[in-house]
């Protein structure tokens, strides 16, 4: 990438430092790692004749480490506790990146590389500059994590009460709106209470009474011809006539006269329903009118209605049902207000303990940066946490802001607009020395923070950082002999200039390369013995 062909560096746990040259390639290393973390990549980062630049970093995520829960979202296993990330820029400017060997979005890696790699500098403008990760930081250093959480929960249980109340009061509003639509509907329907089937019934009765005038007649004539006066008759008389003679016959009339008995019956039977039939066909005039004028009411109302008329008793309940919620909507919404109200009390609750909490925590993290900056030599500046009232959420209702004031009786401001920047450079070291617990397994990158300091604040600073890299691993770019001097790492970045080009290089160095390399930021480009002698008393 630009000035570097291939370059290998496996930095250790603690204080690594990276010297060098001004121009001599340690802001490529800072924009090569942030390039392989998804931050912002540029074109450019591809060397001069090269087709495309690759960047690979390897980290190690212990059991509960915060990266993992990223990697498990987005479906990546973690062999080995160890995290391989790759990304190639090519000369175009297409970028692609993978995890473990999985291709991933810019968004996946960035969200990995939050949990990974703090970056820290005069112009950082992701960390502990960014007013909107105040209150988050905050809340760490409080340890307010359960109360956060029954915080969220309280606000999740007002939020659907609300919606709950905002609901029904919106299905009220709508049923109010057509109430008297509804209650003539309905009066309608429940005067005249039509049941399932109805309509095909009265329509076969009024089908039969319209046609009854046509075929009685006809039924009468066919009832009188196999009653008593017709057949039914004289089957009776052929049975009593033979029956008189079947003793003389010798038998010979015994199976005419068991069907002539059947016929009789079979007649009886016939004669019945015609006999039914015609009372049937019997009916009043005005009958025939008050069913026409039902099944026209039926059907008048399935039509307004656009149902089936079979259809009208369901819909009539539900016309009972909606006017019902009406009703009783008073009692229903007293209900729903008052279980708003309670969700209500309870946020509120919670919100007061989380305002109390982060109060008290920011008097002992303005407690703590006061102890931390009297040894960065800014024992007169004053740093204070604000905590002021802000919208409502589900992490309560609190804004949090660092501000500082970096003479006595000066008016406090947030921090990146008021501290110079030597000052900035401390406020933010000693920040992070005091919110040093809450970052367990992240690697933080401090650029040039030793900016703007020299002598005894430049060592006051080198001390900590190495206090702050103590079980964690810190690298810091620095132009400061004094820090320098307390790296438990050191590497110098080199630049080659041959006739064709121009290559960056990274060196380790040994003991006494150190003591030179610090000699060199001390006295320049000679190197003398009292430099030498000079390096030697700022080593540990």
Not at 9 to 26: D, H, I, R, S, W
Request: aromatic residues 4%; hydrophobic residues 45%; negative net charge.
């Amino acid at each position: 990438m630009l000035i570097i062909d291939r370059l290998e560096l496996a930095f250790q746990p603690g204080l690594n430092v990276l010297t060098g040259e001004t121009g001599a390639g340690k802001s490529i290393l800072l924009d090569s790692l942030g390039f392989v973390l998804g931050w912002r990549g540029r074109a450019e980062l591809v060397r001069a004749g090269a087709d495309q630049g690759e960047v690979t970093a390897a980290f190690d995520l212990a059991d509960g480490h915060p990266g993992r829960a990223v990697l498990a979202e987005a479906g990546i296993e973690v062999e080995d506790n160890e995290v391989i990330l790759r990304r190639i820029n090519s000369r175009d400017g297409r970028k692609t990146a993978w995890i473990n060997d999985r291709r991933v979005s810019g968004e996946v890696l960035r969200n990995l590389s939050e949990t990974l790699v703090e970056l820290h500098g005069q112009h950082d403008d992701r960390g502990l500059l960014n007013p909107k990760g105040h209150r988050d930081m905050l809340d760490t250093f409080a340890g307010l994590a359960p109360d956060l959480e029954k915080s969220r929960h309280a606000w999740r249980a007002l939020s659907s009460a609300r919606k709950a109340l905002v609901a029904a009061q919106a299905r009220v509003e709508d049923v109010r709106a057509e109430e008297d639509f509804l209650r003539h509907a309905f009066a309608e329907l429940d005067k005249l209470m039509p049941e399932p089937g109805e309509e095909a019934t009265l329509d076969t009765q009024r089908r039969m009474m319209q046609a009854a005038e046509k075929i009685r007649d006809d039924i009468k004539r066919g009832a009188d011809a196999i009653g008593l006066h017709g057949a039914e008759g004289q089957v009776s008389d052929a049975i009593r006539w033979l029956g008189g003679v079947t003793d003389q016959a010798e038998g010979a009339l015994d199976a005419p006269l068991a069907a002539l008995e059947r016929a009789a019956l079979a007649l009886d039977e016939a004669g019945q329903g015609v006999s039914h039939c015609l009372d049937q066909l019997s009916f009043n005039p005005s009958d025939l009118e008050d069913i026409e004028e039902r099944l026209f009411a039926i059907r008048g109302l399935a039509r307004k209605h656009n149902v089936l008329p079979d259809e009208l008793g369901d819909f009539a309940n539900g016309l009972r049902d909606r006017l019902s919620m009406l009703d009783g909507s008073a009692n229903d919404l007293k209900v729903l207000e008052g279980d708003v109200e309670t969700a209500q009390a309870a946020y509120d609750t919670g919100v007061d303990r989380l305002r109390a909490r982060r109060v008290k925590a920011a008097k002992a993290l303005d407690k703590a940066m006061a102890a931390e900056l009297g040894p960065l030599k800014m024992e007169r500046a004053v740093f204070v946490t604000e905590v002021t009232d802000a919208d409502a959420g589900p992490d309560g209702a609190d804004a949090v802001a660092f501000t500082v004031a970096t003479n006595p009786g000066a008016p406090a401001g947030p921090i990146n607009k008021i501290a110079s920047g030597g000052e900035l450079s401390r406020f933010l070291l000693a920040l992070k020395v005091c919110l040093t617990g809450a970052d367990a397994g992240l690697t933080m990158i401090f650029d040039e923070i030793d900016r703007g300091v020299g002598g005894a604040t430049a060592d006051a600073v080198g001390r900590r950082l190495a206090e702050l890299a103590s079980g964690g691993q810190i690298l810091v770019v620095t132009h400061s002999p004094q820090v320098a001097a307390l790296g438990a790492h050191h590497w110098r970045v080199e630049k080659h200039q041959t006739k064709d080009q121009t290559l960056s290089t990274v060196v380790p160095l040994a003991q006494d390369a150190r003591v030179d390399e610090i000699a060199r930021m001390l006295s320049g480009d000679t190197i003398t013995d009292a430099a030498r002698e000079a390096a030697r008393a700022l080593m540990p």
